[in-house]
Structure formats: structure tokens, C-alpha cells
DNA sequence: TTTAGCACTCTCCCACCAAGACTGCTAACT
DNA sequence: AGTTAGCAGTCTTGGTGGGAGAGTGCTAAA
């Protein structure tokens, strides 16, 4: 018995999680031995199972009944996976023609990868904004409103745009507005919220309060951890079996709609690169323990980065769900980089 | 047997509704007599009953059952509601303070318009980005990303944004785009896109280039019938038990995710003014039959406009639902005209 | 180490029954 | 005529029991 993971262990825990992927049913000895040629008999394997048990790789639901796969069985699983996971080159074209015919518009893209992946692994995938790691001031306009009022719009690196209303004291023109934009267009055009900072300028008042706006606006930015991040194709999620009773799908939809769970979940993601894959107890949230997150950031290294990925229960095509984060990510990565250059 | 719908045998229906909308039980005619002083005995409501039932305001589930609400019932419950349904003031209050304590960003705002209607009523809500009946060119401005590439932010009336890439056949310089932002400015402010349509100006290619590109953008606001609406608290609708049967709740949530549902269920929104109920069969939409709305829309009349409302199945609280969402689209009415006028 | 055979366990499903909840009807009452 | 008490009848709900089936663990032999 104690004799290790043999080949053929592995072989036996290999079919056991790839059949319990698609059934969500206990796999039995019997299904082993009649669908897959191991060249030994059931008890064989039965022998193995229990080895796998006592191993901690797979457990029974009940005494009598064939063997699901734990955790750690689903870890050993993607291990072993070869890194040839790929999607097939057909869907690849697929994917393609579908962003050409989409409008032209990052977060359109966004969200259309999101809902494209999910679609892929029938479950539910998520996409934050891609974020650089530290913005820089490109463009600010002022634009008169009513008479006390303005827009402020801010263009920062990476084209990220935000806005802002500001309310003046005194009544501000729109010629005086645009000349207070020139000046600090001028001042700042480039810089990191810290640097506008340390520049010492001979301000107006009002000069004064766009900038304290601006750099407001800028370290908030920084400091976002991750946005929040968009989730597309919930119920594919929840149409699976292990969601059947109603509280269990209740506390999930809970889950994804009121905490910040991702924060929490992808503070593990290490700085390494490629797709990541956390299994159910992996994961540092308690409320996430019977889901399995696979994601990857994209993006251009060092410079300015998001994530996609996709959530479901442990039980989940991994190798699918791999292959689909890692081609996803690879798309938005290149539109980034399009964007970026301006293709 | 004849006799048309008695004083008494109104009450006898607002209390089946009103009990049935907090249980979701049928109501028993016992359960009437012992609740509610109505002076007869439970026999005398029975005999009640079975009038409301055989003029189709309730029916049972099945032949030894309590009632339970038809939608002609709860429409002439709706009916009969005062228009006084107001939300208690100290209610009204809290709201008004979570608005303060958040972020001065109007998408912000209806986000939590939308989470406040939700929590209240226990259903979902939807609000809609307000929009302009007709939109107008307010200013525009064109920042240098890369050679060949700019982004176009326009800033139209009612403080909308949009941005866009454009590419350009030749290189293109900040000043040159300066240049030809100031010449736009200069002669498109203030007009609707048919009016810059009619406008023939001296244009350099690039010029026309941007104009075309405003003009898209413009007319696409204008066709726009509703954004696609920001929905909440979905998953306090799919807790009610209507929604126990697991198949039942996933095809709400494929309708919520997928279809555009909203259009076709505002369709009947007549030019009505003030807080309007669609209850089930009421809808036009096939699948929104078991589904009632409460919606209002909100804004400046004639001039700006958007939808709140709550959906939920047609066992909704009315009195509650109604004056939530009439109270709701004042708030954001007022904010509206704030952000209009510059506050 | 592998295998066949077999007893044992556990789930699942169905049928059945008893209890309880309400109604509908009838006949008497005001 | 409208209202009421009493009661039989109907339908749901929950619990129990048992049989069929699935799958294992064990034992003993190859």
C-alpha cells in the first residue's frame, strides 16, 4: 500500500477527476475498467482508489459509493497538465472575428473577452481594467458649464480618462478656463502625481484647486488596487449541478455582488507570469473555498497591467479553462499594446 | 351571488393581497377572520371569496387551498392604493444622507439610487443614464498619443462623455491637433448633430475626419432608446420563493443578462408622468408575465431623461415598491438638475 | 501483485398512511 | 336575503418502510 504514486495511480486519479469533470458524478471502479483500457480489473483499481483516498487525493461521499476528487487531487491533475494547452486553432479564428466585429472600444473589448471566456468554460469570468502601475499626467481640459461650473476632463497615460465637476467661487469664461488648462498643460504634461507635487508653481487660486484636483484624482488611481472587476456569465456558473440548492447559489450571487472578494483572492497572485491557478482551499478567503479561480494578468510587463479570468466551482475543466485564460489574456494583452500604439 | 363587488368584498381582496404579498402562503378564510375585525363570520368570507374567484380577482392552487392573487387583483389593489404612499420621512432621511457620504460622480449615484430602491422593496432595481432628448456639441478636444493616433474626447450637453481613437493617415502633431480643435470649436458649439450636418465649412481631410467621427457619435446618442439599464440587487429578487426551483431561477438570470428586455417592457411607457405599474400578464414580453415593474422615469421634463424602477415577481409590495421608486426618481430628479445647474 | 466472488452498506425511489388544513355545501337562523 | 354553524370531502405534507441497484471492501485463490 505504501508503496507511493505509481504510474498507474496516477493514471487511475488522472481518469478519475477528467470523468468526475464532466459527469459531477462519483467515478466507480467499474467506469474506470470499462471506458479506459488500464489492462487491469476493477479490484485493481479499486486497490488504487483506496491507496488514493488514504493519500488524501480523492474521497467518497459516502462508504459505498465511486470516489470524487479533493483538492489536492485537482492540484495534482493541472500539474500534470502539459503546457501544450492550447486552444484549437479554429476557435482562435473564432475568437478573432468576433473582437473585428465588435464596436471599437476598450471596454467593449473588456467585456466581450469576459463573456467569450465564460461562454468557453461554461462558468463565470471576470476582467479588471488594465491599470498602469504608476499614471502620468498627459492632457487636462476645462470645459465651461454653467457659470460657476466646469468640467474637468483628464487624460492620463495608457489613455485612461477621468472627470471631474469642479464648482468656482467666482465666475470663471471659458477663455479663462482654457488659459489655466494651457498653463498646466504646460507645467505638467508627462509627470507622476508625485513630481506635479514637488513642482512649485506661482498659482491663482483657481489654478491651485484644478491642480489639487488633478493630483487627487491621480493618487487615487495609484493607489486602486484593482478596479472593480467586471464579471460576465454568472449564471453558467450557477446553472452547475454543484449550485442546485437554492442557498448555495444565493450566498454566491451574495458573494459576487456586495464583498470585494477579488482583492482578497488575487493577493496571492505571486509576480510570476502565465496563467495562475488557485483550487478551493488554496484559496486565503474562507467564502471561497469550494471554488477554483484561474486567471492571468495581460497587459505590457512592468508598465501597465490588468487580469482576466474565470471562477467556478473546484470542479472545472482546467485544461480548458487554462488554455482559454491563457489565449484571452494573449488578445488583450495585443490590443493593449494596439491601443497604446495607437494601431 | 350577483351583486358586484361589495364594500366588504373589497376588503376581503386587500387583505388576501396585502397577507399574501408578506407570506407568500395562500390566505385562508380563517386566517381573514382572525386577523382583521371585518364584523362576519369566516363562512360569510368564503362566500366572498368565491365571488372574487369567479370574477377572476384570486384563484387557488388547488381545491381545499387558500387564495392567492391574481393580477386583476393586484391591479385593483394598485388601484386602490392612496395616492399618499409616501416613504416615512425618517426613511427619507437616511437616504438622503448615504448620498451625501458618497463620491460626487453621478454614475455613483444612480448605482446607489439603484441599491437603495433594491434593499427597500427586496427585489431587483434598474435605473437608466439619463439622456438628452437631443444632445449638443459642447466642445471637443484632441490629445497626441502616438504618431499617427489621437484620442478624441467630446463633451456634448448634460456634461456627456465620450472619447475615441482615431488614426490618421499622416503624422499628426499636438499643434495640428490643437489647431483643428479650436477651428471645430469655434464653429460646431452649441449645435445638434443636424445642425453641424447642414454647416459646410473650408475642411482639410483630417477636419472632416474628426467632424464624421463627432457626428457618429452624436447620432448614436440621439438613437440610443435606453442605455443598456445598470441592474442591483438581483440576487434579493431570486431569494423571493417564486424563484425556488432552481430552473426558474436560472432563466430570470439568463433574461436579466442577455435580453434587452427593458425596451420592450418600457415599451408601454406611456408619456404618464409620475410612478407607473406593469403588473404580469400587463406585460407585452412573453417572459416577463410573472414579472411585475414599478418604474418612473426621472430628470428635467422634455429636456433630459431616464428610467428607476424595481422588477420583482407580481407577489411585490406595491404600496412599498411605489413609493420607493417615486421617491427615488425625485432624489435623483433633484440631482440631475443639480449637476445641470452646476451645484 | 492481481483477481474473482460475495457479503455488506448506503442511496434512491416509490408507495402508503396519517395528520392537518380549508373549503363547499346544507340547513338553520336573524 | 344575507349570515352562520356544522360537517363531510379533498388535497397537501411529512414520515415510514421496503425493495432495487450501485459500488465497495474483504477474503481467499491464482
Known amino acids: 500500500m505504501l ?7 496516477e493514471a487511475v486519479l488522472s481518469i478519475i477527476v ?20 488500464l489492462g487491469v480489473s476493477p479490484a485493481t483499481i479499486r486497490n488504487d482508489m483506496a491507496f488514493l483516498e488514504e493519500a488524501g487525493y480523492i474521497a467518497r461521499p459516502h462508504t459505498s459509493a465511486g470516489s470524487v476528487p479533493l483538492d489536492k487531487g485537482y492540484r495534482h491533475y493541472v500539474e500534470s497538465l502539459t503546457n501544450e494547452a492550447e486552444l484549437p486553432l479554429e476557435e482562435q479564428y473564432r475568437i478573432r472575428k468576433l473582437f473585428r466585429e465588435v464596436e471599437e472600444e476598450f471596454e467593449r473589448w473588456l467585456k466581450l473577452a469576459a463573456t467569450i471566456a465564460a461562454r468557453l468554460v461554461r462558468n463565470a469570468a ?15 481640459e476645462l470645459v465651461a458649464l454653467q457659470e460657476f461650473a466646469a468640467l474637468m476632463v483628464l487624460v492620463l ?9 469642479l464648482s468656482f467661487e467666482e465666475s470663471m469664461t ?18 507622476a502625481s508625485s ?9 491663482a487660486s483657481e489654478e491651485e484647486q484644478v491642480t489639487e484636483a488633478v493630483i487627487d484624482i491621480m493618487v487615487t488611481e495609484d493607489k486602486l488596487e484593482y478596479e472593480q472587476p467586471h464579471l460576465e456569465g454568472l449564471r453558467l456558473m450557477l446553472g452547475q449541478p454543484e ?10 450571487m451574495e458573494l459576487m455582488e456586495t464583498k470585494d472578494w477579488l482583492s482578497s483572492a488575487l493577493a496571492q497572485r505571486s509576480s510570476e507570469v502565465g496563467v495562475q491557478v488557485v483550487i478551493g482551499e488554496e484559496n486565503r478567503d474562507e467564502t471561497l473555498r469550494d471554488l477554483s479561480l484561474i ?19 473546484t470542479r472545472m475543466d482546467y485544461r480548458r479553462a487554462i488554455s482559454t485564460v491563457g489565449y484571452m489574456s494573449e488578445v488583450l494583452s495585443g490590443l493593449v499594446a494596439g491601443v497604446c500604439r495607437g494601431d
Do not use: W
Not at 3 to 9: E, F, M, V, Y
Not at 126 to 140: A, D
Open 295 to 313: 486567471f492571468s494578468s495581460y497587459g505590457i510587463p512592468g508598465q501597465i497591467d490588468g487580469t482576466i479570468g474565470v471562477i467556478g466551482p
Open 157 to 165: 497615460s495608457e489613455a485612461i480618462l477621468k472627470r471631474q465637476l
Open 243 to 252: 449550485f442546485a440548492q437554492k442557498d448555495k447559489m444565493l450566498s454566491i
Open 174 to 191: 471659458q477663455e479663462r478656463l482654457t488659459n489655466i488648462a494651457d498653463k498646466l498643460n504646460a507645467a505638467y504634461s508627462g509627470l
Open 18 to 37: 477528467s470523468e468526475y469533470i464532466v459527469t459531477a458524478l462519483p467515478v466507480a471502479s467499474e467506469t474506470i475498467f470499462r471506458s479506459y483500457q
Open 195 to 203: 513630481e506635479i507635487l514637488v513642482k512649485k508653481l506661482e498659482l
Open 126 to 140: 471576470l476582467v479588471t481594467l488594465p491599470k498602469p502601475r504608476q499614471c502620468r499626467f498627459k492632457h487636462l
Open 3 to 9: 508503496k507511493g504514486l505509481t504510474p498507474r495511480r
